[in-house]
């Protein structure tokens, strides 16, 4: 095992903690989920030293933790979940992510893999070209500048109230499909200007759009609730966030927070980590713009949902309706939300940083949605376009531990730069299209950035999450067609 950057206290099979004093100013220690394979890969890069900085901010609850998926990023580590008191804590912008509510969707339908086999390539062209991706893709959708500020506030009720989909599609939607608490006026205008054309784009880097079949089941009853019946059953899962505009409401808020540092009196150990007080006029202002860029994600998803139940009405000459395409869940990562939480035996508000890791609310939480009231709701992980998805619920134990925090994906183990030269001259399209996974991207040349050996395997971060108790696995899905920016 490589040499740790800190010291690792194996607390279990699939605990290791950071001790408090690891590191000057740690306030509380970390802990990392994740089993002795998982942690030799971690150490490798500086998302274990990262995420002892974390430990270092002010205000923070209980511990720093990270999921199994946790690989280095923009001053938090990617996987990184810390909660913060309200009265003397601080919110940063780093800490929830560039890509404001970067989250997963998924849809299941009354098909058979068998019945699309023959129109496949057909579905692929056609989500293709009704979901507009890569750097700066610009959507069918053309909003003016009136009605931006009402996409802001609504999110994904904003688009069904258009057309762009279900009224039952919000009941399955975390938080409904709308943050409360958004302020668009505190959304820079250059932010607005970026996501005028963008709604209904997927983006690029690791955003996707997928065609799948149900490949296996591991809980039946729970798969059920969730309309997952059977091996074999065609879904389809969506990977994307903000676009531009949340991207631009980070940058922004990111140099308000540098700036604000010396006024508030905080000394970090990383200036990635540029943070202001929740309670200060420019803390209220951040998460006011950060829940408005997380309402646009939530309408994007809306938006794209609706161009994928088109595109297989139009292929399949059937109704949506008659071929399900029902919305399973739809689960946020990049986040800082101000939850309810038991914390030492005491009920108490904090802002959760979730930054590339999802909540996992178990069965009996109020905000779980009430068809799933009895199970919890689900939890999407997706892996790489070469392998294959999970279907995961959150347990009490999550919610004890982690602030009902859950792995949001398999975690990146090679750079781009990396995967890039270790791919050189190889069709990653070519290579997939042999084993029966069609893929369609802007350029095929970047398809080695988002090739599975750019990846952890994500079963691995399942078995890990699973091992500790934070959750509990219901199916897995595998890739049969795959739209990439």
């Known amino acids: 095992m490589p040499q740790a950057t800190f010291p690792l206290v194996q607390l279990d099979a699939y605990r290791w903690e950071i001790p408090v004093t690891a590191k000057p100013g740690m306030r509380v220690p970390g802990i990392i989920y994740a089993d002795a394979g998982l942690v030799g890969q971690i150490q490798e890069d500086q998302a ?17 933790i990270a999921m199994p998926d946790i690989h280095w990023g923009y001053g938090f580590p990617i996987g990184g979940v810390v909660a913060m008191r309200l009265d003397d804590g601080i919110v940063s912008p780093g800490g929830v992510g560039y890509d404001i509510n970067c989250g997963v969707r998924l849809l299941s339908t009354g098909l058979a893999d068998e019945e699309i086999r023959p129109h496949l390539g057909a579905l692929a062209d056609r989500l293709f070209r009704n979901v507009p991706s890569g750097v700066g ?13 009402g996409v802001l506030q609504a999110g994904a009720g904003w688009a069904v109230r258009r057309g762009y989909g279900r009224a039952e599609d919000l009941r399955r939607i975390e938080s409904a499909g709308a943050i409360p608490g958004a302020r668009p ?12 054309d963008q709604l209904g784009t997927l983006g690029s880097g690791n955003h996707f759009l997928e065609i799948q079949r149900v490949e296996e089941i591991y809980d039946p009853a729970t798969a059920a609730a969730f309309g997952l019946r059977h091996p074999g059953q065609v ?6 966030g903000s676009r531009g505009l949340g991207h631009q409401v980070c940058d922004d808020y990111l140099e308000v927070a540098g700036r604000s540092l010396p006024r508030y009196g905080i000394t970090l150990p990383d200036r990635q980590l540029a943070c202001v007080p929740i309670a200060s006029p420019e803390g209220r202002a951040y998460l006011g713009a950060m829940a408005a860029a997380a309402n646009f994600a939530f309408a994007n998803r809306q938006v794209i949902t609706h161009w994928v139940r088109e595109s297989f009405e139009d292929v399949l000459r059937r109704s949506a309706e008659s071929i399900g395409l029902d919305l399973v869940y739809d689960v946020a990562h990049n986040m800082a939300k101000i939850e309810e939480h038991t914390v030492d035996g005491r009920s108490m508000q904090v802002c959760v940083h979730r930054k590339g890791a999802t ?3 178990p069965a009996g939480h109020p905000e779980v949605p009430e068809e799933y009231r009895d199970v919890g709701h689900p939890v999407l992980v997706p892996g790489d376009m070469g392998r294959y998805s999970y279907v995961l619920v959150g347990t009490a134990v ?17 750079s781009r730069s990396e995967a890039k030269r270790l791919l050189r001259g190889v069709d990653v399209a070519d290579a997939l ?32 999450s699973d091992g500790a108790g934070l959750t509990r696995s219901i199916a897995r899905l595998q890739p049969l067609a795959v739209v990439k920016g």
């Open 48 to 64: 274990v030293e990262q995420l002892a900085n974390t430990a270092t901010l002010p205000g923070i609850v209980r511990r720093a």
């Open 137 to 149: 893709a610009r959507g069918r959708l053309r909003l003016n500048a009136a009605e931006l500020p």
């Open 185 to 196: 006026e505190e959304v820079s205008r250059k932010a607005l200007t970026r996501g005028l």
């Open 235 to 240: 879904t389809v899962l969506m990977h994307c």
């Open 359 to 361: 909540r996992g609310f």
């Open 398 to 414: 999550a919610l004890a531990e982690t602030f009902g925090s859950t792995p949001h994906g398999a975690g990146r183990m090679r």
């Open 433 to 464: 299209a042999r084993r029966g996974i069609l893929v369609r991207a802007v350029s095929r040349d970047l398809l080695a950035e988002e090739a599975s050996e750019a990846y952890k395997d994500v079963a691995d971060v399942v078995r890990a």
